[in-house]
């Protein structure tokens, strides 16, 4: 016996969400357009963040390379087993900003390929040219092959959308006002410190919430990578994607791949809905903190004979000291896991030292706070930086390629 995961309600909900914004093809050519490091430039310039894209240009030339450091050091590649780096909490244009300073005033730092915020979309942030100028930056001037981009879905949003998701799609949706025409979406668990994440709950027909606010940041913004915060909202991306081949999604927050049961499950939902060329929207899972090295190599071994086409596997070798065990490190596994010939993405949360907003507090801050605190975020994620660098480093050195962004390579 078999369940199809939506019912034809869902699908129908689903299909006049794409159709409201002019369809999937119509969808996938403005998110290219707005991908276009001229147009964002242009954008940013008007929204008033053009001098902090000129002066990254300037920054960014004085990136450590690649080369240098294969050459003064003797590496080679010589085994299997790739690793990706990635570091979290690229929190907005001044944080990231700040980082981009630090790091070319040190000048010897190769950076990461895939970056992750966790920003909720408010209207500040998808609107004002924040976010706009946060991916010309992380794409555009210095190369990443990944941003991810993040929905909550207990943001505050004007009613209007929330009013325009009703009428295009006929479902209902559980909010309260919040004050100055704003509305939020009641989450039955909002009693934990930060808001049960702002948003991992995702109940009822929500899932719409998060597909509405996904597809206005890709149209604003040409953000085309984010993260998934549940099990309905992932089989929601798997269906509401195919026919949009610019978006993918990265599976991590608490829905993390703790075992190869997980793992299974995940694999069933994204064959129910594939893309007629056989690949899937999601890009990435994160293997969960909980897991050990043979966990995680097993996982890739499943996915190798699953049929699936490539899908990254990811690790936190460093946490938030508010998310896990304080001496967390899974350095170690990493290794083991690159010598069983399997690439790894290398995640960074934290660089493994207690420093000021190196915690989950600084994900949930608002837009004012979060560019107050912009030099102390900014500082942070100069630390995960560093030690993302060191470790990949250390990678390189035991013979594995490791991949980092456009920037950090002469060619």
Known sequence: ???????????????????????????????????EYENRKRIAGEKGYGEMLEKSEVYVKNFAKVEDFVENNGISVS?????????????????????????????????PTEMISVVGLTEYYVYSGDLLSTLAMAENILGTSKFCTTNLLGTPLPEERFARIEKVTGEKFERKDVGNGLSQIILTNMGTAFGNLGGVEVGNNNHLVYLDGITRAALTTGANFFLNPSW????????????????????????S?????????????????????GTTPIYEINIGNAA???????????????????????AHLRINPDLGLADFNWTKNAF?????????TIKYESDGESRPYDTMEAYFLSDEERNEK???????IYHKCIRCDKDAKEIMKRGHEAKFAKISYRK
Not at 258 to 277: G, H, P, T, V
């Open 1 to 35: 016996m078999h369940f199809k995961l939506f019912s034809d309600k869902d699908i129908k909900a689903m299909d006049a969400l794409i159709d409201s914004y002019g369809g999937a093809e119509e969808i996938s050519k403005k998110i290219e357009s707005m991908r």
């Open 79 to 111: 085994k299997q087993g790739i690793c990706t780096t990635q570091v979290s909490g690229f929190q907005a244009a001044r944080p990231t900003f700040d980082c981009i300073r630090r790091i070319a005033e040190n000048g010897d730092v190769l950076f």
């Open 232 to 255: 309905s909202t992932i089989a929601a991306a798997c269906y509401y994607a195919r026919e949009i081949p610019n978006l993918s999604f990265k599976i991590s927050m608490l829905l």
């Open 257 to 277: 791949t703790q075992n190869a049961i997980q793992l299974r499950m995940l694999l069933n939902i994204f064959k129910e809905y594939l893309r007629d060329d």
């Open 292 to 314: 050990t090295a043979e966990t995680f190599i097993q996982c890739c071994e499943e996915i190798e004979a699953s049929g699936l086409p490539k899908i990254y596997l990811a």
């Open 336 to 344: 083991k896991v690159l010598d069983a010939g399997k690439d790894i």
């Open 374 to 380: 912009a030099e102390l975020i900014g500082d942070v």
